[in-house]
């Protein structure tokens, strides 16, 4: 995500430390922000684009999806619809960028705006994915032990297929 060129060697506890933060961070991103100002401005160029609808959906889906993977039991469910609730909020800030973003007239801006912009949307995301791991980890921590083995799982899994798209 940084314009870092060689990645640092991580333990196997921080790597999953760093595939929850990002799998728990993508579920409210549009896409992947990029590192460079090109990329950065190409990513506001298709948020101008994408539909709120379109959005709405893709949050909901990947709520849905979650929800599967990590085997949500009943006795859970008050814990999780704090967690999609915040994938919700969450979306609906990075939406509400976007949209002052799409207000904006098309201009050229310079390399500085650019990582200004990017700079906003990376806080908006930072802080929006704080929210979302306290509420997953009051959900974590009320898990029995093989429900937490199922949500490392589908941590661990997610984390190597970024990797190996990096």
């Known amino acids: 995500m940084f314009l870092l060129s060689q990645r640092p060697s991580l333990s196997r506890a921080a790597a999953r430390s760093a595939a929850i933060a990002g799998l728990l961070g993508a579920t409210f991103l549009l896409a992947p922000l990029a590192a460079s100002a090109g990329s950065v401005a190409s990513h506001h160029r298709h948020a101008r684009h994408a539909t709120s609808e379109d959005r709405a959906e893709s949050v909901e889906q990947r709520i849905t999806s979650l929800h599967a993977a990590l085997k949500i039991t009943p006795s859970e469910e008050v814990n999780w619809t704090a967690v999609a609730q915040v994938m919700r909020d ?55 032990v093989d429900q937490k083995h199922v949500a490392d799982q589908v941590f661990e899994k997610f984390g190597h297929q970024r990797e190996a798209r990096g």
């Open 90 to 144: 969450n979306e609906s800030r990075m939406q509400s960028l976007i949209s002052a973003r799409k207000a904006e007239p098309v201009q050229t801006e310079d390399a500085v705006e650019h990582l200004k912009t990017y700079e906003r949307f990376t806080q908006t995301h930072v802080d929006g994915l704080k929210m979302l791991i306290s509420s997953f980890e009051t959900l974590y921590n009320t898990m029995p």
